[in-house]
């Protein structure tokens, strides 16, 4: 039996037709499904198994890195003389967060506590936690200027406390006591007699604080009825509004509590975070994209107003009073203790600032603090977030362990916590956010120019069989001519 091939060209050009179709409803179709997954899975949810459980433990490496400012100088600038410090680190701690008492509320919404634990990793840092180093004494200089405007005699007595406990205007002890703490005659006297002064009833170090603790109730959307609040906080420890600036904008917690962001994010798109360390919030902005294992990510990295003063950036009036601008004045939230945040080094900062202080060399590659995040789900893939802790120091008359210091924002250490994805996550990452989106691309793609390939194909063959089959025209039926008599009557009267 001979196969008709006219009708198996039409045949291919059906098949071509329908593979057009279908790719391009590929086109339309496949971004929607990927954008309904991962609304599905971003959702804070105990049924998302991946996202739920890198929202509840953070199951990726998280290391914080501390510099100290050593003083090299602590009896001239006892005598008025600029600083002169050097950096000494990293003293490297691998940070551990969970989230524990999650409540779930009928409001969309759900309630948790994150704890975290340090713990030193010696073959990660350049030194040991029994490293000496000297830097200015908190309880001393810091004292001293929130009595500034007490009466003298109390100034004398305070004065005279400070004598009785030998407790000087700088401070050299070991790494892991200035950290997490160490025994203090005074600051037992002061919690006795001037309870509140200080943060601490206990040992007293930098980041007693922090070790073993958590990071007050946090309440964020889960999602559920708006993608585009999932994470966004709806209040911290009870509050919706904070308590500690001069302003309803500055007292504002806007956006999320700092680990996730909402997806489909867009170069326009902000960072808004609320940080309980440093009493405020807190927006990044887009400044590049770039790629992290074939996961395309965009960077964002704090503008030069975050930590600008009120005359250099309006907005931010309502964190004063201000110093120089990068500097942020926490002592509203630090029990008035004079203490400041900045970026390292004074980085984004003043220059002024350098000039008071020796030893300091700001750079955006060491001391700029980022956050690498895939745009379409929200997700971080690497984060680097870096501070300074500060402390204005100057002389007051009556407290003599301040001598002659001259006015001064000393830097005490600097410190970065950084994690990216790695091993398992990022396998599964890449598979679902960048290999399948791709094949589903490119197979829309190849299933269209098949498609047109085929129809181009079946069609000239289609043509060809109809041009060269013996007795046939390419005319319709209705109007074919059988001789060259019926294609012209007047040759039949002339044979006639």
């Not at 551990?96 to 713990?119: A, L």
């Not at 200027?145 to 407790?167: D, G, H, I, Q």
């Not at 025994?183 to 980041?207: A, C, E, R, W």
């Not at 994690?419 to 793609?445: A, C, S, W």
Request: proline share 7%; glycine share 8%; aromatic share 12%.
């Amino acid at each position: 039996m001979a196969i008709k091939r006219p009708k198996v060209a039409i045949g291919f050009i059906v098949a071509g037709v329908l593979m057009v179709v279908f790719g391009t409803i590929m086109c339309f179709v496949v971004p929607l499904v990927i954008d309904d997954q991962i609304v599905k899975n971003t959702v804070i949810d105990p049924k998302n198994d991946l996202t739920y459980t890198m929202w509840k433990d953070i199951p990726v490496p998280f290391f914080m890195s501390v510099y100290f400012f050593n003083v090299l100088n602590p009896a001239e600038i006892l005598k008025g003389e600029k600083p002169m410090v050097e950096q000494r680190g990293p003293y490297v701690y691998r940070k551990q967060c969970q989230k524990e008492n999650i409540t779930f509320h009928p409001n969309g919404t759900v309630s948790y506590r994150e704890y975290r634990q340090y713990h030193f990793e010696p073959s990660m840092s350049a030194g040991n936690e029994s490293d000496v180093v000297t830097i200015p004494n908190m309880l001393v200089l810091g004292a001293s200027v929130m009595m500034e405007n007490l009466p003298y005699v109390l100034r004398l007595m305070m004065s005279a406390t400070f004598k009785t406990f030998k407790e000087g205007a700088f401070l050299t002890k070991p790494v892991g006591e200035l950290m997490w703490g160490y025994d203090s005659g005074l600051v037992d006297f002061l919690n006795q007699y001037l309870p509140g002064m200080i943060p601490t009833s206990g040992k007293f170090g930098l980041f007693s604080e922090f070790n073993n603790s958590n990071t007050g109730l946090f309440t964020v959307f889960t999602g559920k009825d708006d993608i585009r609040k999932v994470h966004r906080v709806d209040s911290w420890n009870g509050l919706t509004e904070l308590p500690y600036w001069r302003t309803a904008q500055s007292n504002m917690i806007n956006g999320t509590a700092g680990q996730m962001w909402p997806p489909f994010m867009t170069k326009e798109s902000t960072l808004p975070f609320y940080s309980p360390d440093a009493c405020r919030s807190m927006e990044l902005v887009y400044q590049r994209p770039g790629e992290m294992y074939g996961i395309p990510l965009y960077r964002y990295v704090a503008p030069k107003t975050l930590f600008a003063n009120g005359t250099d950036y309006a907005p931010n009036e309502g964190f004063c009073p201000c110093r120089q601008s990068g500097l942020l004045n926490v002592s509203t939230c630090r029990h008035n203790s004079p203490v400041f945040i900045s970026h390292p080094h004074f980085f984004n900062a003043d220059p002024v600032l350098l000039d008071y202080v020796q030893g300091l060399n700001p750079s955006e590659e060491k001391h700029g603090l980022f956050i690498d995040i895939h745009p379409q789900t929200g997700v971080p893939l690497n984060v680097s977030i870096r501070l300074q802790l500060n402390l204005y120091m100057k002389k007051v008359s009556g407290i003599t362990e301040t001598g002659k210091i001259s006015d001064v924002v000393m830097p005490m250490i600097w410190f970065e916590e950084n994690g990216y994805i790695d091993g398992p996550i990022v396998n599964t990452f890449h598979t679902n956010l960048v290999v399948l989106p791709t094949v589903l691309e490119y197979l829309q793609y190849i299933l269209i120019g098949l498609g047109l390939a085929t129809i181009i194909v079946a069609a000239v063959v289609y043509h060809k069989v109809k041009t060269n089959q013996p007795g046939q025209s390419n005319l319709p039926d209705g109007i074919k001519c059988s001789s060259a008599e019926e294609r012209d009557p007047l040759l039949q009267d002339d044979m006639n």
